[in-house]
């Protein structure tokens, strides 16, 4: 997978701008604008999609127990700081293609992840970019405390980076990022029960390991 020069990124983001006149962005909806037919120069056309992190996962984590040997409640209980949307996992895919062949000629993914979750002793998180089921990029890592910390101290920690991709048949395919998060609990609590996506590697720490949905497919022809 060949990444293009700043140069060609330039000229493929001029040229895309120049045809583009409404982009919707939503989960699995698509949007584009094609030039004139009276244009005498073929252009370059974007497309764009975006995915995120299902609903029903967030669900599944507010409901994760925690325990400290006298009370057992939900982490968003006990901590409501971990709660609501405290991971977060945002892709955005753009791609541009030829307005006589419709074949796609080049592609950005851009992503963004993070887990907020203050009180805690630990957080770490990393992420995936997976284009046709092959892992191809790695995003930043995000580390608050020690794995063995006994402070409190953590924290919000980012998980981002940006994949670009150039030429006919090299970009289009299935574009899914994935986020690697860990979490340690203070001293004196304990992971009770967690989601199915996640496990626990020590009474204080559990990793998890989640996918944006739906997959984001671009195109060969548009």
Not at 19 to 42: E, I, K, Y
Not at 158 to 172: Q, R
Request: aromatic share 10%; hydrophobic share 35%.
């Amino acid at each position: 997978m060949s990444r293009p020069s700043g140069l060609l990124l330039k000229g493929l983001a001029v040229a895309a701008s120049c045809v583009m006149g409404l982009t919707l962005f939503a989960d699995a909806s698509f949007a584009s604008n094609r030039g004139g037919s009276g244009s005498a120069q073929p252009h370059l056309v974007k497309r764009t999609a975006e995915s995120h992190i299902r609903p029903s996962i967030i669900e599944q984590l507010n409901k994760t127990q925690v325990s400290n040997g006298h009370k057992t409640a939900s982490l968003a209980d006990i901590n409501p700081s971990c709660s609501g949307q405290w991971i977060d996992l945002d892709l955005q895919v753009e791609w541009y293609y030829h307005d006589e062949t419709l074949l796609t000629e080049a592609s950005d993914a851009d992503w963004h992840g993070y887990v907020q979750c203050y009180d805690v002793s630990y957080v770490s998180t990393s992420s995936d970019l997976l284009f046709r089921n092959v892992s191809v990029q790695n995003g930043t890592e995000g580390i608050c405390g020690t794995p063995d910390g006994i402070g409190t101290q953590c924290g919000y920690s980012p998980t981002f980076n940006t994949y670009y991709c150039a030429g006919i048949g090299n970009c289009n395919g299935s574009y899914i990022v994935r986020l690697g998060a860990t979490i340690n609990l203070p001293p004196g609590w304990n992971w009770n029960t967690v989601p199915d996506f996640c496990s626990t590697v020590s009474v204080r720490s559990m990793i998890c390991a989640i996918d944006t949905a739906p997959v984001v497919i671009v195109p060969y022809i548009n």
